[in-house]
């Protein structure tokens, strides 16, 4: 399974950045697919996942501001981030799994400041 991380970029605190993550590959395994995040000097935490297309979790300090998706026509699974907040910035990973992440997207970084 190869996973192709894109949409990062610079925005302003309260801006938008919707990334996506295109999976390809022997897909008919994957169950989850999310969104980690990673500062420097930190681990790697949970952002959102979404499991078989349908279930949704999400860490408290992104909930009713991102939102997850998946389209399975494209294999593809969206995070809408909205009223981005300085502390958001990091390097954004898609991972993808049948029960945890096994595969891993390449990072693309967000950045939150004015």
């Known amino acids: 399974v190869q996973l192709q991380a894109s949409g990062g970029g610079l925005v302003q605190p309260g801006g938008s950045l919707r990334l996506s993550c295109a999976a390809s590959?022997?897909?008919?395994?994957?169950?989850?697919m999310g969104w980690y995040r990673q500062v420097p000097g930190k681990q790697r935490e949970l952002v959102a996942t979404?499991?078989?297309?349908?279930?949704?979790k999400y860490t408290d300090s992104v909930k009713g501001r991102f939102t997850i998706s998946r389209d399975n026509t494209k294999n593809t699974v969206y995070l809408q981030m909205n009223s981005l907040k300085p502390e958001d910035t990091a390097v954004y990973y898609c991972g993808a799994g049948r029960f945890f992440p096994q595969y891993w997207g390449q990072g693309t970084l967000v950045t939150v400041s004015s």
């Open positions: 590959g022997s897909i008919f395994s994957i169950n989850v």
């Open positions: 979404i499991t078989n297309g349908i279930s949704t």
